[in-house]
Each structure stands twice: as C-alpha cells, then as structure tokens.
C-alpha cells in the first residue's frame, strides 16, 4: 500500500462515498451537503439537502440522484432542475433510515430501524427494504443489528450488508424479483462495519477495529484479512475508484462517544484520505 494522503479537510463528517462522473461524492453530515471531489482534492457542493443526519446517495440507472432523507423516512430524487421530490415513502417500514445501494437492475435497497441513536435508548434491530423501479416499497430482510453500509455484486446475485452492533457482514441471495434469501454470515469483524465497498477480487474493504484502534481492513469472504491500514481517527466509510477504480478513499474523522456526539457535529474533524488499492472497484455503489 502506497502512503496516505489527505484531499480534503474540514469536513463535519464525511459519509457515503461514491465514484460517479470522475469524482468521488459525499454527504457531509452536519452541514446538510452533497460534495464532489476530483482527484487532485477540489471540492464543489453539489446539492443541499433539507434534512440532518443520516443521509446518504446513489444514483438511478438514469442519472438522476437519489438520497436518503433518513429522520424523515422518506427516499428523495433530484429532478433535472435541480428540485428534490419524494421518490419513495419508507416510513410505514421504519422511522429512520441510514443506507442506499441500487444495483445493476435499478432495484433500490435502503437500510434503517426504529432505534434511537442516543445514550439510554433500547436496542430495536433494523431492516432491508426494497423499492422496485415501478415504486413498490416492501421489507425483504429483518433482524438486522444497526444496518449500515450495503454493497451489490457485480451479478446482481448477492447483497452484503454491514450489521455494526454485531462487528459483522450478513450476505443475502438476491432472487429475480429483488427478494432476499439465504441469510449468512459473509464475514465476521470483530468489532466495528460501516460504510464498505467491494473489489474486482471479490474483497471488500471495510471499516473496522482491531485492538481498540480504528482502521480499515480488507477481507474476503470467511474473515480473512488481506491488508489493513491503521487510522488515528474513525472511519466512517470507504469507496473505492479513481481513473482506474484502484485508489482507496476513506471518510474519517473524530469520534469522541455516543455521549459526545453534539460535540463532533460542531466540529469539522473531517478528512477525506486518499491511497492505492491492490484492485479496483467492482460491484455497486
């Protein structure tokens, strides 16, 4: 692995990174932004978005943005001029909604839960929805301990999903109607999973933990660890792409607690770091 270098700083905090258009794109949470960024680290607000925290992206086959809103249970799209409308109604299924994935049939995948992120609040396991290019909304996966970052092979047979509370990646076979089935474990972390992306080699890469020390690691299905960079701060999620799909791009930041969480929405904390993979990026997002 090539050394790390920084693109971007003084973010709130970074999360959903996707390649799209020769840029890499993220929510910037805490400051209500969608943000590109090109290689050499320049930076331009893409759209603002009327909700808080969660929100996260990608895209429809046609290129229209779509986007989380997850306080407000509801999937939004951006329409040519710019204005963003209801595309989905999530909220009979969950009140919170955290992470998007639309694989390569236009299927729509979004994660959330009833669990208050918050001190005290009582755990409620999360669930997978499906929204259908013709608008249906259905539930197609439960039980799932805070749902996080989702990824979709390249064959559109298999979704991995990030289940943090359980340090663990769940894989599902996906059926021709989108139905999720076969439910097992694809790799088990240990601690940590968020936001995650797969490779050409079938690896993924994600955050994790070892030792208590934030990082991010890339395994293969089974758990085993193929490389790891170590982090100062939190990973809070990683893409890969660039020219050739093989540079690594990681959202970090501080993480001072679930105590202290007002105190990293007021703070810009956030970097968006930059280094070489060992393969490109494959799969969706």
Known sequence: ????RTLLSGLVVGESPRWHADRLWLSNWGAQEIIAVDPDGNASVMAKVP?????SIDWLPDGRLLVVSGPEARLLRQEPDGTLVTHADLSALAAGWNEIVVDGRGDIYVNGSDYKFAPGQPF???VVALVTPDGGVRQVADDIHFPNGMVVTPDNTTLIVTESFKGRLTAFDIAPDGTLANRRVWADLGQGGDGMCLDAEGAIWTPAFRDGRPGCQR????GEVLQRIELDEFCFACMLGGADGATLFMLVAEWRGLERMGELFASHTGRLLATRAPAPHEGKP
Not at 219 to 222: A, K, P, Y
Request: glycine share 12%; no cysteine.
């Open 219 to 222: 395994v293969r299905e089974g």
């Open 124 to 126: 409620t396991p999360g």
């Open 1 to 4: 692995m090539s050394e790390l």
């Open 51 to 55: 909700t808080t925290v969660p929100f």
